[in-house]
Structure formats: C-alpha cells, structure tokens
T-cell receptor, first 112, second 113 residues
Framework: SQKIEQNSEALNIQEGKTATLTCNYT??????LQWYRQDPGRGPVFLLL?????KEKRKERLKVTFDTTLKQSLFHITASQPADSATYLC???????????FGGGTRLMVKP | DVKVTQSSRYLVKRTGEKVFLECVQD?????MFWYRQDPGLGLRLIYF???????EKGDIPEGYSVSREKKERFSLILESASTNQTSMYLC????????????FGSGTQLSVL
C-alpha cells in the first residue's frame, strides 16, 4: 500500500540552528512533492513544491531536496527562529488520479 | 490570494443528526477536497471533487457524502452523525498548473455528543 512517513516525534532545536525534517514514501511514483506549514487550530499553508526532475529547491530560508531513488524528501529551515515553530506536512499526488495524500506531519519547536 | 471559507469554526451536534459543512472558494478552481484531521492520524482524505457534480471517494468516505452543485461550493454531509466523527474538518481548493498548490480553509471543529 502507499505510505507517506514523517517523524511523529517533535523536533526541538535552538534558535539559529538548521532544522531538517524528513518525508519518506513507499509505493508512490510522484511527479512532485509539496510541503505545507500548519499552525495550531489553522489550516495548512503551502510552502514549496519540488518536481521529480529537481534535486533541490530554495525559497528564502527554506530548502527542499527530493531523492526519487531513496524515495525521500528533506526539508531544511536555516537560521531557524521561534516563529518557525509549527507542524510541517509533506504531500504527494497518488499514482492514479489527482488526489493529494499527506504525511502525518512533524512538529518543530524552535527555542530562543 | 485565494480565499477558502468554511461556514462554521466550531459546531456541536447530537448523535443521529444530519450535519452540513459548507465550503466556498473564490478563485474558480475545479478541484476541491474534504479532509479530516485527528491527533496521531494526520490529514485523511474523505472526498475529492474535480468539477461540478463530479466526485471521487477518498480514503475514508464511509458515513459521509458530498455535494458540488456550483463550482465555488463543496459541501460535506454527515447523514447521521456519530461520536467517532468528532474531528477537525478541513476543506481545500486546488490551483492546478505549474504553480500547483492547495489552499485550505480555517477548519471546522465538529463535536458530536
């Protein structure tokens, strides 16, 4: 069956450090992968999309990598700030059709 | 930016009631989604609509139905609410193309007593 796995344990890091979150998937052949941020009590907000032919994508302090051989995406936040504290979700399109499936999310806590 | 509006932020219903959750988007998107989110289970897809009157079941459609009579509106219906349908319900609208992304509403926290 198709699975998307993110570390369910919270990631605690110190302000200024780089946060790295992982998204692993099985039985998908995604054309692209997306990352979202979700704050408590709010809907997820889109951050980045990376396509299968892109190894890396950057947006300000965010960097995403996509390794289709390892079936893994890494999401990095450099120079992290307390305001980056949130849950981060990865999402994939299923092999057939247009339905987007989400991983369980990883909660990031950045301490001052 | 795209606005996705869910009609209620909080809703309390009784077991057996018929419940309507409404979602409206203002950007003429063809694709709309209903998810529910529960602690430890993440976002799970209930239904997907790819055009007016067109729908597909997601991973957990049992106990739910949907209606898409107009492009901007996608309704989720709980025919007979049960306590295990207590959850956060999130509606999303999808921008397709090279800048593909989902836009989510703020969610409806439904409690079924």
């Amino acid at each position: 069956s198709q699975k998307i796995e993110q570390n369910s344990e919270a990631l605690n890091i110190q302000e200024g450090k780089t946060a790295t979150l992982t998204c692993n998937y099985t039985n998908y052949s995604p054309a692209y992968l997306q990352w979202y941020r979700q704050d408590p009590g709010r809907g997820p907000v889109f951050l980045l999309l990376i396509r299968e032919n892109e190894k890396e994508k950057r947006k300000e302090r965010l960097k995403v990598t996509f390794d289709t051989t390892l079936k893994q995406s890494l999401f990095h936040i450099t120079a992290s700030q307390p305001a980056d504290s949130a849950t981060y979700l990865c999402a994939l399109v299923r092999n057939a059709g247009n339905m987007l499936t989400f991983g369980g999310g990883t909660r990031l806590m950045v301490k001052p | 930016d795209v606005k996705v509006t869910q009609s209620s932020r909080y809703l309390v219903k009784r077991t057996g009631e018929k419940v309507f959750l409404e979602c409206v988007q203002d950007m003429d998107h063809e694709n709309m989604f209903w998810y529910r989110q529960d602690p430890g289970l993440g976002l799970r897809l209930i239904y997907f609509s790819y055009d007016v009157k067109m729908k597909e079941k997601g991973d957990i459609p049992e106990g739910y139905s949907v209606s898409r009579e107009k492009k901007e509106r996608f309704s989720l219906i709980l025919e007979s609410a049960s306590t295990n349908q207590t959850s956060m319900y999130l509606c999303a609208s999808r921008l397709t193309g090279p800048n593909e992304k989902l836009f989510f509403g703020s969610g409806t926290q439904l409690s079924v007593l």
